[in-house]
């Protein structure tokens, strides 16, 4: 029986030191989730829980590639006749390629160009000229209003004839102009100053005489 008391007893006090031991950890005896505020969390903790994840879209080669692209205005040089001291004189201009005969024509009544390449240079062609210009087989035919030539001094007249055939048989594929008043065929000044026979188609070289001699 003392056996058996002190069994017993050795059992009962460990029963109750197990007892305390699990009770001094703090074991919780129901489950539970307990919300720790962020002011009390751990700097590493609190830190990783606001970090937030940014993502970044991939673009496509082909899209970097693409650009928005300004159309290239392509130009050509235009050679146009003036005026200087009574004689004519070539100048160059950049006109839209490629230059279509009204271009060349609006570009000469338009008068000399700014700068150097229109200094001391002046036109004999009205501003308000009227006329069109029509290419067939080499043969410019230019057609204008009586005023023009009525509105002129006798020089200007000479002048003016010469800065269109100059001017509109150094184009490509001209040789030759003719003049016409409102459709019909007109007879017109030349350089050395007789007049061409009506409907006479005229060429550069019946103007050369009175060109701006250069060396070179």
């Known amino acids: 029986m003392k056996f058996f008391d002190k069994t017993l007893g050795r059992r009962a006090s460990l029963l109750v030191i197990t007892t305390i031991f699990f009770g001094a950890c703090g074991v919780p005896s129901a489950s539970m989730v307990v919300q720790i505020p962020e002011s009390e969390l751990p700097v590493e903790l609190n830190q990783q829980a606001t970090t937030s994840t940014t993502s970044s879209t991939l673009v496509p080669e082909s899209a970097k590639d693409t650009t928005s692209s300004i159309p290239e205005v392509v130009s050509e040089q235009v050679e146009l006749y003036y005026i200087s001291a009574n004689r004519v004189v070539a100048t160059n201009i950049s006109v839209a390629s490629p230059a279509t005969t009204s271009q060349v024509l609006a570009a000469l009544v338009a008068g000399p160009p700014g700068g150097d390449n229109g200094f001391g240079l002046r036109s004999a062609l009205p501003k308000n000229l009227s006329a069109t210009v029509a290419i067939s087989k080499g043969i410019a035919t230019i057609d204008t209003t009586a005023q023009f030539l009525s ?66």
């Open 151 to 216: 509105d002129l001094s006798p020089i200007d007249q000479r002048l003016a004839i010469a800065q269109l055939v100059l001017t509109f048989t150094r184009r490509p594929g001209v040789g030759q102009i003719v003049f016409t008043v409102d459709g019909v065929e007109v007879a017109v000044p030349r350089g050395r100053g007789d007049l061409s026979k009506p409907g006479s188609p005229v060429s550069f070289d019946d103007y050369s005489s009175l060109l701006i001699a250069t060396t070179g």
